[in-house]
């Protein structure tokens, strides 16, 4: 870079704004803007950019997508990271970006590896997770809610057999485990189902979080394969000695 780039570095870091810190560089005000839409797409001065502690800035799509600027990130990857968010699927994601299907895995690939583009996924996965509280103690909080389900705590008996309690009766944990209700008419009647959760998976995902499940280490056979504390080949093989002298 020389040395008007790295004051435009500089500016951009203290004011956020590539035009004014094109000004701030020197740069004319008739092409301030065009220059920082250039520079912010140069992958020198995104580096120098995010050595500096820029965090990454992503364009918001609107009625016109061209006018708007989006620093670190060409306009194609963009549209990889915002298909990479929905899709979680690289070479899908490539493809819908405008990528060449034939080489959309090794795009994908090659994207994903690229630091700009990892560190938007990384971003906006964060703050989509703090949005919504997605968080460790979360998830182990809903694996709980659907191990320990009980059916019991959703229906109630009534005059015509069992019935769904109203959802203002549920506690939040019983009818967060209900997957399905529906009602099935037929000769006997309307019949009501109530279908929760996997109840199995969601206490296979607590035993492996609390390494119950984990494999029990194998002991070598001379420790365990003994008869009266000797070695277990050596007792058979005195054993068949004796049968074929006919000792025993």
């Given at each position: 870079?020389?040395?008007?780039q790295?004051?435009f570095v500089?500016?951009y870091?203290?004011?956020?704004?590539?035009?004014?810190?094109?000004?701030?560089a020197?740069?004319p005000a008739t092409?301030?803007?065009?220059m920082?839409?250039k520079?912010?797409?140069k992958?020198e001065?995104?580096?120098a950019?995010?050595?500096?502690g820029?965090a990454?800035?992503f364009?918001?799509?609107g009625p016109k997508?061209?006018?708007?600027?989006?620093p670190?990130?060409?306009?194609?990857?963009?549209?990889f990271?915002?298909h990479?968010?929905?899709l979680?699927k690289?070479?899908?994601?490539?493809r819908?970006a405008?990528?060449?299907a034939?080489?959309?895995?090794?795009?994908?690939?090659?994207?994903?590896?690229t630091?700009r583009v990892?560190?938007?996924?990384?971003?906006?996965?964060?703050?989509?997770?703090?949005?919504?509280?997605v968080?460790?103690?979360?998830v182990?909080?809903?694996c709980?809610?659907?191990?320990?389900?009980d059916a019991?705590?959703?229906?109630?008996s009534?005059?015509?057999?069992?019935?769904?309690?109203?959802?203002?009766?549920?506690r939040?944990?019983?009818?967060?485990?209900?997957?399905?209700?529906?009602l099935?008419?037929g000769k006997?009647?309307?019949?009501?189902?109530?279908k929760?959760?996997?109840?199995l998976g969601?206490?296979?995902?607590?035993a492996?979080?609390?390494?119950?499940?984990?494999?029990?280490p194998q002991?070598?056979?001379?420790?365990?394969?003994t008869?009266?504390?000797?070695?277990a080949?050596?007792?058979?093989?005195e054993?068949?000695?004796?049968l074929?002298?006919g000792?025993?």
């Open positions: 870079m020389n040395p008007r790295r004051r500089e500016e870091a203290r004011l956020k704004n590539g035009k004014q810190a094109a000004l701030a020197g740069y092409c301030a803007a065009p920082a839409s520079f912010l797409r992958p001065i995104q580096e950019l995010i050595a500096a820029v990454l800035a364009a918001q799509y997508p061209a006018s708007r600027v989006a670190f990130l060409t306009p194609r990857q963009e549209r990271v915002e990479y968010l929905v979680a690289g070479a899908e994601a490539a819908r405008g990528y060449s034939r080489s959309a895995h090794s795009i994908a690939d090659r994207l994903l590896n630091p990892a560190a938007a996924i990384s971003s906006a996965q964060a703050e989509r997770a703090a949005r919504l509280r968080d460790a103690s979360r182990l909080e809903e709980a809610r659907l191990s320990y389900a019991r705590n959703v229906l109630v009534g005059p015509q057999g069992l019935a769904l309690k109203p959802p203002e009766e549920m939040p944990e019983d009818s967060a485990a209900i997957a399905e209700v529906s099935r008419s006997r009647g309307t019949r009501l189902k109530v929760l959760f996997d109840k969601a206490l296979t995902l607590l492996k979080h609390l390494g119950l499940l984990a494999p029990k002991q070598d056979w001379r420790e365990s394969e008869i009266a504390g000797r070695d080949r050596e007792e058979l093989r054993r068949l000695l004796k074929a002298r000792g025993e």
